[in-house]
C-alpha cells in the first residue's frame, strides 16, 4: 500500500504508525585497499549503522550513520536506544511530525547528557531523523530535496530549533532569508532537472595512492568533465608539495584542486604547511585542524593566502553558527549523517545564507553522496537560491549497494527523481556485509582483527 | 597479592595484565525525588556505566562515567568495545604506561570517527582511563592526588596530548607552570592533608525544591560551614528572583551564592536575566549558554556584571583552550567523567594554569565528587599552587554507596588517603541497582517508563 500525501499537510491515520526499528552493523573491508586513505584515517573500513523504521501502512523508512569501522557497533546500540520515541508513534509524514520527531529525539534531557548534542547520541538521532524524513518524501511521493522545496518558509522555519541560534540568527531572520529565495523556485528546480548539481571528485587524492595513480585519475577527473579534485595532505609536507605539482600540471590551470589535511594540524602547522602548497593554488584547504577549534580556524585563514574549507567533523549547528561569526570559514561543509538529520542542517544552511558563505557537502563514505545531494538541490532551489562557488564531494565507490544511488554525469550530481531519500541499502548488500557475521566477515574475521587484539567474553 | 610501586618506575612483570573488562549499567531512581531537578533536567536518574578493569597480579581497578538515566546502556556498550585495548594489556601502572593507553584509546583513528574526541567514545574512553589510574595509584599505594603530585614535571608533561593546543600551550610552556609549582609541593601537600580542600554546596538549590526547603538547606549550608552555595536558576525570572532574595536573606551577605543555568539560555536571554538578578550579587553563573558556545560565553561575559563559569559539558582539552583564548570565564569547571580521563585533566588544568584562571570543578551525579576532589588537590599541590578562590562542587548523595567516599566536613573536603582514585562501588550497591535486573529496578520497572514508551524487540 502506497499513500500519497501533501507535504505539510494533515497527518496519516492514527492506525498508520511506526510497528518496529530495524538496525544492522554493516561493514565493508576498504582497508583492504588504500581508498579512504588520509592523515588521520589510514585503514578505514567503511561502514554504516543503517536502520530501517517498519511501519504499518506502507513502504519503511532508510536512514544510517556512516563510521570507519571499529564503534559501528556502539552506533547501532545508540540508534537502537531511540527506539522507543519511534515504535508506535504515528508516521511523522507532514513537516509538524518531523519538528516534533526531531524537538523529542535531541530535547529529552537524560538523552541529551551523553552529548549535549555532539558525537554519538547526536548522530544516532540524525539517523533517525533522516530515515523519517526518507518515509515522509516516500508517501509524498518526492524525492527529498523536491519534498523540502515544496514546503512553506514558515513550515521550513517551524522545522528548526533555535535555541542558541538567536545571537546569530532569528526565526524572523531565516524567514527572511526563505522569502527571499521563494519566488525562484519553479524556475531553479527545472534548471536542477536539466543541467544537475556541480560535483567534485577525491577519487584521485588518497594518501595511499602512488604518484602515477594519482596523474592517472587526476587526468581522468578532467576528461570525465569535473572542474575540481580534491588531494588528502598532511602526511609529509615535501610529498605534498611533490603531488601538488604532479596533480597541478595533470589537470591545468583552470581545473580547481582542493586539499584535505583531515584535522591533521596545528595552527601554527597549518599555516607553515599551506604557505607551502599556496603556490600550487590550491582552491582551499579544508580540515586544517581540529574541528572544535573555531578560533583555531579563523586564525589558520588570517594566517595564509588559501581558504578555508571545514564542518564534515562540527558537531552541531552551535559549531557551525561560531565558525561563520568567528569569519573561520570560506565554505561551509555539511555532512547528512553527523548532526542531527535534516532539520538541524536546515539550521546550518539557513545560518551559511544569512553569512551569505557557501555551502560545499563533505560526502563519499557510504550513503553520504545519496543522502546529501538532496541538501545541496534543496538549498539551490530554496535558501540560497546559488550553485556560484558550490560543489558536491563525490566518491566513486560504494553506490552500487544502494536501491537509488547517486548519480554524476560529465562533473555532475542527477536530480534523484525516485520518492525517499536515496537512503535504502540492497537487502542482499546489507545480509552480505554485516558484521560480525555477514559472509564477507566470517571469511576475513582474524586477519582483521587489530594486532594484539583478543576475542573477550563482554 | 597487592603490589606496590614507584609512580613513574618500571612496569610491572609482563604476567601481570588486565584479564577483563566489567561493565555494569548502574542506575538510581533519583527522578522520585526533586534532588539533582535544574531547567534543563527535570527528572534526572542518576547513573553510572561503571567499569572494572580485572587484573592477573592485583587488586582491580575502577571508574565510571556518569550519566543521567536512559543512555547509560549505550555508554556500558562505548566502554565494553574499548575491551580490545586493555584484555591482555600488561598492566599500565607508570605514568609512561598511562600515557600510551590515554594515546591509544584517542588516537584510535576508526574510534575517533564517533567524536572525534567528544559525546559518548570520549567519556567511555575517559572512564577506562579513570580505572587505570585507579589500578595504577592503588599498586603504588597511593591515593591518585598524591601518585599524580609525586611526578616529576618531565613525567607529567608527558601524559598529556598537546596535539590542538600549542597555540595556547606548549609542551615547554606546561613545564614552565609545573617547574614554578614544584618547590612547594610537600608543604602544599602537608598543609592540604591538614586542612582540606574549600567545598560549596549545590544540595540547598535544586530547582524542584519550594522555597521553605531552600532556606531550611541554605541556613544549613552556613552552620555546615560552607562559605558558598548555589542555586539553579533559569526556569522562571520571577522565581528566581524570589528564591535569589530568599537565599541572600538566608546566608548574609559573606556567603557566596552561585547561580546555575545549566545551558537553558541564548545569549541576549542570558545578560537580561543576570542583569536582574546581579543585585543578589551572585558570585558566577554558570553554564549560562550552550557548553559548545564559546563565542556565546564571551559575550555573556562582557554583557551582563556577573562572572562566568562553565566547563562540565565542555567536550575536550580544545574548547576549554578556547574559552580561555577567548576570555569566555572567569572559572574553569572540570569534570572528572566527561573528557579523556586524568591526562585530558591534566592538559585542561595546565592550560588554566597559564591563563591564571581557578578551576572549580563541577560534582555530584555519582561519584564524581569522590573522582574530582583528587584532581583539585594535585592542581593545588603541583599545577597552580592556590587554592584561592577555588572550590569543589559536593552534593550530599549516593557517597554511601562508594567503598572510599568523599568526606567533607566544615565545608572542606578532607585529603583522600586510601589508595587509588576512590572510585570503587560497593558491590551490594551495584548488585542492587544494576538496569534493568537489579531489585530496585525490577521492583520500578514499569511507572519509569517513559510515557508512550513500549516493550520493543530490538
Given amino acids: 500500500m ?28 576498504t582497508s583492504e585497499r588504500l581508498d579512504g586513505s588520509d592523515a588521520m584515517n589510514p585503514d578505514p573500513d567503511y561502514s554504516a549503522a543503517y536502520v530501517v523504521l517498519h511501519t504499518g501502512g506502507g513502504p519503511p523508512g532508510h536512514g544510517l550513520c556512516f ?3 571499529r564503534g559501528n557497533d556502539v552506533m547501532a546500540a545508540a540508534i537502537r536506544s531511540l527506539a522507543p520515541y519511534l515504535v508506535g508513534r504515528p508516521v511523522p509524514a507532514t513537516a509538524a511530525g518531523l519538528a516534533a520527531l526531531h524537538h523529542d ?5 537524560q538523552l541529551r547528557w551523553l552529548g549535549p548534542e555532539k558525537g554519538v547520541m547526536q548522530m544516532a538521532a540524525g539517523a533517525v531523523i533522516n530515515a523519517a524524513w526518507d518515509l515522509a518524501a516516500a508517501r509524498a511521493g518526492l524525492p527529498v530535496w523536491e519534498f523540502l522545496a515544496a514546503l512553506t518558509p514558515e513550515e521550513l522555519v517551524a522545522l528548526v530549533d533555535f535555541r542558541y541560534l538567536t545571537d546569530a540568527l532569528t526565526p524572523d531572520e531565516a ?3 526563505l522569502r527571499a529565495a521563494a519566488p525562484g523556485r519553479a524556475e531553479r528546480a527545472a534548471r536542477l532537472k536539466a543541467e544537475g548539481y556541480p560535483a567534485y571528485t577525491t577519487s584521485p587524492g ?60 596545528d595552527v601554527a602547522e ?9 603556490p600550487y593554488a590550491p582552491h582551499w584547504i579544508e580540515e586544517p585542524t581540529s574541528p572544535d577549534d573555531v578560533l583555531g580556524h579563523a586564525a589558520v585563514r588570517t594566517g595564509q593566502p588559501v581558504k578555508v574549507a571545514t564542518g564534515e567533523h562540527a558537531a552541531n549547528r552551535v559549531v557551525f553558527k561560531q565558525l ?7 565554505f561551509v561543509q555539511i555532512d547528512a549523517a553527523r548532526v542531527a538529520g535534516v532539520n538541524e542542517n536546515l539550521a546550518i544552511l539557513l545560518l551559511a545564507a544569512k553569512y551569505g558563505v557557501p555551502v560545499c557537502p563533505h560526502a563519499g563514505g557510504v550513503g553520504l553522496c545519496e543522502l546529501v545531494q538532496h541538501l545541496a538541490m534543496f538549498d539551490y532551489v530554496a535558501v540560497s537560491g546559488s550553485r556560484e562557488d558550490r560543489v558536491i564531494e563525490y566518491v566513486d565507490h560504494l553506490h552500487d549497494h544502494f536501491s537509488d544511488p547517486a548519480v554524476v554525469e560529465r562533473g555532475r550530481y542527477r536530480a534523484p527523481t525516485a520518492p525517499g531519500f536515496s537512503a535504502r541499502m540492497k ?13 564477507v566477515w566470517r571469511a576475513r574475521r582474524p586477519p582483521h582483527r587489530r594486532p594484539g587484539e583478543q576475542e573477550v567474553p563482554v
Same sequence: chains 1, 2.
Avoid at 529525539?105 to 534531557?109: A, E, G, I, Q, Y
Avoid at 537487502?427 to 559472509?439: I, N, Q, T
Fill in 2 to 29: 502506497f499513500f500519497r500525501n501533501i507535504p505539510g499537510g494533515m497527518p496519516m491515520a492514527a492506525s498508520d504508525t511506526v510497528t518496529g526499528l530495524e538496525v544492522h552493523d554493516v561493514r565493508f573491508p
Fill in 67 to 69: 563510521t570507519i569501522g
Fill in 175 to 177: 524567514l527572511a532569508v
Fill in 270 to 278: 597549518a599555516v607553515r604547511w599551506m604557505t607551502a602548497l599556496a
Fill in 206 to 265: 588518497w594518501l595511499g595512492y602512488d604518484d602515477a595513480t594519482l596523474v592517472r585519475l587526476a587526468r581522468r577527473a578532467v576528461a570525465d568533465g569535473f572542474g575540481q579534485i580534491k588531494l588528502k595532505v598532511g602526511a609529509d609536507l615535501d610529498d605534498d608539495i611533490r603531488r601538488m605539482r604532479l596533480a597541478r600540471d595533470a589537470v591545468g590551470p583552470g581545473v580547481r584542486i582542493a586539499v584535505d589535511a583531515n584535522q591533521r594540524w
Fill in 324 to 330: 561563520l561569526q568567528a569569519g573561520a570559514v570560506d
Fill in 105 to 109: 529525539l535531541t530535547h529529552d534531557s
Fill in 427 to 439: 537487502p542482499a548488500s546489507v545480509a552480505a556485509h554485516r558484521f560480525p557475521d555477514g559472509p
